[in-house]
């Protein structure tokens, strides 16, 4: 299975396909969707219009609480991030097993974290690797290991699509551990 990158304009190079390692990446509205992540002016407007069928093929129910989604963090700054939390999650959604009500929180709390935080620019490269794991170590230090676990796990799915070039690949295990079969 193979999908274009449609995020930068190296992109537009065949045979520029990075392999995806879950889901089917055949769906032309996610493969043209990606684009909508050039936050540039000249945006495609068919990434956009992909974009658009995408939200539509999710469905009233899980489109709406994706809307209607309001974490407890500050309005104006969620207002900054709210359309490309949303674009992550309803580009990740159809490729993932997990709802668009567990993948809300997680990512718009990492995203509101590397923007507003560390200063990130609102782009697919927030989506690294090791930003994830600072965010899992640092930013909810806090919380069980189980749920550590599983808000990594539900950003590592949507960065394998909205930054599949460093897709997080191998993640160490929390706890020391190594995986255990049939993992």
């Known amino acids: 299975m193979t999908i274009k990158n449609n995020f930068a304009p190296s992109a537009l190079v065949p045979g520029n396909e990075v392999g995806l ?18 936050m540039s002016e000249s945006r495609p407007e068919r990434a956009r219009e992909a974009m658009e069928q995408l939200r539509i093929g ?4 899980p489109a709406e609480k994706v809307r209607s989604y309001t974490p407890q963090l500050p309005k104006a ?8 939390v949303e674009d992550a999650v309803t580009l990740a959604q159809p490729l993932t097993k997990y ?3 567990t993948l809300m929180r997680p990512v718009m709390h990492f995203v509101y974290w590397s923007v507003f935080v560390l ?7 927030l989506f690294e690797p090791d930003n994830v794991q600072a965010y899992i170590d640092e930013a909810i230090d806090g919380k069980t290991d189980g749920t550590r676990r599983n808000y990594r796990a539900w950003i ?22 190594g995986m255990e079969p049939p993992y």
């Open 21 to 38: 390692r879950f889901g089917n990446p055949a769906n032309p509205d996610l493969q043209l969707s990606r684009g909508v992540f050039d």
């Open 58 to 61: 999710l469905g009233e129910g």
């Open 77 to 84: 700054k969620v207002a900054v991030i709210r359309q490309f």
């Open 99 to 101: 709802s668009v009500e």
């Open 119 to 125: 200063g990130y620019e609102l782009t697919p490269e």
């Open 156 to 177: 590592i799915r949507v960065a394998e699509v909205v930054n599949r070039d460093r897709n997080p690949i191998g993640s160490k295990p929390l706890n020391g551990r």
